[in-house]
T-cell receptor, first 116, second 114 residues
């Protein structure tokens, strides 16, 4: 199974809502990532988890809160978002960062988020 | 992170070879050259990577200049399914470096004509 799954596919939320995005992989990967992609722009790295610990936060606003409850799951909790946060949110995973095989990242199809 | 420069867009005819160039004049010794592509409405997918030598896999070939300041992704026979944005990315996998994070540039949008 070389698949990264993301749910939901689409999400519409108001600025006062709280919602969560979910990402799952069963490849035994120990590094997981969140990216944000605005329309017609390249993906931008948001967070990196390594062995279930947050290792990188690319100065992301606190209204985005990541969580890695176990080695297969990655969540992104959303609260008090702004319309400019509307984007495609991509999850990815890769083998453990410390190994030499750490080369390829596997991406999910993304969650299309619209903030009204 | 070292940066890459790619043409904004390229066109190809179906079943013809495509050469996608990438310049990376500030590449360091610990930077690997990676290529990913993103098909419409999908997440990016890995294509190929290399350090110094040319590389081949089932999807493509990667030709790396001797001074490593440029590289070329080669699709041997383009199909309509190859229409995508192709990203050339440098990844520093050295200890204490950026530890291999993917920093995407603008990429090249490849169109394939039937």
């Amino acid at each position: 199974d070389t698949e990264v799954t993301q749910t939901p596919k689409h999400l519409v939320m108001g600025m006062t809502n709280k919602k969560s995005l979910k990402c799952e992989q069963h490849m035994g990967h120990r590094a997981m990532y969140w990216y944000k992609q605005k329309a017609k722009k390249p993906p931008e790295l948001m967070f990196v988890y390594s062995y279930e610990k947050l290792s990188i936060n690319e100065s992301v606003p606190s209204r985005f809160s990541p969580e890695c409850p176990n080695s297969s799951l990655l969540n992104l909790h959303l609260h008090a978002l702004q319309p400019e946060d509307s984007a495609l949110y991509l999850c990815a995973s890769s083998p453990a960062r410390q190994t030499s095989s750490y080369n390829e990242q596997f991406f999910g199809p993304g969650t299309r988020l619209t903030v009204l | 992170d070292a940066k890459t420069t790619q043409p904004n867009s390229m066109e190809s005819n179906e079943e013809e070879p495509v050469h996608l160039p990438c310049n990376h004049s500030t590449i360091s010794g610990t930077d690997y050259i990676h290529w990913y592509r993103q098909l419409p409405s999908q997440g990016p997918e890995y294509v190929i990577h290399g350090l110094t030598s040319n590389v081949n896999n089932r999807m493509a070939s990667l030709a790396i200049a001797e001074d490593r300041k440029s590289s070329t992704l080669i699709l041997h026979r383009a199909t309509l399914r190859d229409a995508a944005v192709y990203y050339c990315i440098l990844r520093d996998v050295s200890y204490g470096g950026s530890q291999g994070n993917l920093i995407f540039g603008k990429g090249t949008k490849l169109s394939v004509k039937p």
